[in-house]
């Protein structure tokens, strides 16, 4: 079964600091991972998309990473701002024409001044 | 802005009710998509249009409808809701279906509660 796990499940860190959320996934065949950000009673906005070939993107100061031997993906997120909070979800698409992607249930990151 | 709206933004409706969701892209997009968000519960995908055509019905119960007449604009009709199937609908758009890594962008979503 195709799952998709993130955590931690939520995070508070303070201003200006740095912090990395983790997605892990079992889909397969793997076609490509997105992260997305989703601000409270908003729908999500795309951050970064990465397929099999891809190691890494950057999005200013937002940075995914991807290993597709361990199925582990990370988002980065550098000088953390008060606008960062949010949710911020991973989710995996399989290869092979499907229309279903596979959504984790999200980080919820709270950044304090 | 992300080019794609939703009407209403809130919707409180009874169990016997008939109600309508609107969505429409400005984006050009041959594909749009319906979308439940639960608290707590990851999203799940309820209907996917490819150039007008239905091509994924995720296993959602009769009780909602869509309608796409258009490539710019979805609907998803409701009737005999549960208070159950109160949750953030939301709509997103891009401009393939399923043929490789492509970027949906989603509208703010409608906040419905069923009473």
């Known amino acids: 079964k195709n799952q998709v796990e993130q955590s931690p499940q939520s995070l508070i860190i303070l201003e200006g600091k740095n912090c990395t959320l983790q997605?892990?996934?079992?889909?397969?065949?793997?076609?490509?991972l997105r992260w997305y950000k989703q601000d409270t009673g908003r729908g999500p906005v795309s951050l970064t998309i990465?397929?099999?070939?891809?190691n890494t993107k950057s999005n200013g100061r937002y940075t995914a990473t991807l290993d597709a031997d361990t199925k582990q993906s990370s988002l980065h997120i550098t000088a953390s701002q008060l606008s960062d909070s949010a949710s911020y979800i991973c989710?995996?698409?399989?290869?092979?024409?499907?229309?279903?992607?596979?959504f984790g249930r999200g980080t919820s990151l709270i950044v304090h001044p | 802005e992300t080019g794609v709206t939703q009407t209403p933004r809130h919707l409180v409706m009874g169990m016997t009710n008939k109600k309508s969701l609107k969505c429409e892209q400005h984006l050009g997009h041959n594909a749009m998509y319906w979308y439940k968000q639960s608290a707590k519960k990851p999203l799940e995908l309820m209907f996917v249009?490819?150039?007008?055509?239905?091509?994924e019905n995720n296993s959602v119960p009769s009780r909602f409808s869509p309608e796409c007449p258009n490539s710019s604009h979805l609907f998803l009709h409701l009737h005999t809701l549960q208070p159950e199937d109160s949750a953030l609908y939301l709509c997103a758009s891009s401009q393939l279906a399923g043929l490789g890594p492509d970027t949906q962008y989603f509208g703010p979503g409608t906040r419905l509660t069923v009473l």
């Open positions: 249009y490819s150039l007008e055509e239905r091509v």
């Open positions: 990465m397929t099999f070939s891809e």
């Open positions: 997605c892990n996934y079992t889909v397969s065949p793997f076609s490509n």
């Open positions: 989710v995996v698409s399989a290869r092979g024409g499907s229309y279903i992607p596979t």
